[in-house]
């Protein structure tokens, strides 16, 4: 029972207590001293200011984690807690508290590295930066663009004619590829 700590050896001497069992018995199976015990457990009825500090930073710390979905590990959350709410604290004091919680940021996945298959083409400037048109459908012009919708993307693309500013077409796809601009014509 060496690898837990002692709060987690004192939770299970309270709980295993209750039974009433031995203490004294308790305390030299996990190998912790019954005065120890006591002392942990007195201040359970009765925290310590630094405990109550602690609680508070617990929930902070606790809301920043929710808002922001996991993402921030302990060091972000840190920064968060000294820019929101002035509460300057250690970042070793939020890694703990955030180990007692058991809060983990999420590490995002790395996105894959991809070789273009086909040579990159750069097309002839047509426009020569001239973007007005004296009639309609003299010049199109058209761009690709992603949105955000439920935590997914979306790709938009579009053509505007460039004489009144019109959107002559559009399509909407979840993936960017040369079939989006194909639809959109």
């Given amino acids: 029972?060496?690898?837990?700590?002692?709060?987690?050896?004192?939770?299970?001497?309270?709980?295993?207590?209750?039974?009433?069992?031995?203490?004294?018995?308790?305390?030299?199976?996990?190998?912790?001293?019954r005065s120890g015990y006591y002392k942990w457990?007195?201040?359970q009825s009765n925290p310590s200011p630094k405990e109550i500090e602690d609680e508070k930073i617990k929930n902070k710390i606790l809301e920043c984690y929710n808002q922001v979905k996991g993402i921030y590990g302990y060091r972000r959350i840190t920064v968060w807690l000294k820019m929101k709410h002035g509460i300057v604290v250690n970042h070793k004091r939020v890694q703990r508290l955030m180990n007692r919680m058991k809060l983990k940021a999420i590490i995002r996945k790395k996105r894959p590295?991809?070789?273009?298959?086909?040579?990159?083409?750069?097309?002839?400037?047509?426009?020569?930066?001239?973007?007005?048109?004296?009639?309609?459908?003299?010049?199109w012009v058209t761009d690709i663009t992603y949105l955000i919708f439920n935590g997914k993307k979306l790709?938009?693309?579009?053509?505007?004619?460039?004489?009144?500013?019109?959107i002559v077409a559009y399509h909407i796809s979840h993936r960017h590829d040369i079939q989006l601009v194909i639809d959109t014509l």
């Fill in 1 to 33: 029972m060496k690898a837990a700590p002692a709060y987690k050896k004192y939770e299970i001497i309270q709980e295993m207590s209750k039974g009433m069992r031995s203490i004294q018995l308790l305390c030299k199976i996990a190998e912790v001293s």
């Fill in 155 to 166: 790709y938009l693309s579009a053509i505007k004619d460039l004489y009144n500013n019109e």
């Fill in 113 to 139: 590295y991809f070789v273009s298959k086909e040579a990159y083409v750069v097309s002839k400037n047509y426009l020569n930066r001239d973007f007005k048109a004296e009639q309609p459908n003299e010049k």
């Fill in 41 to 43: 457990l007195k201040r």
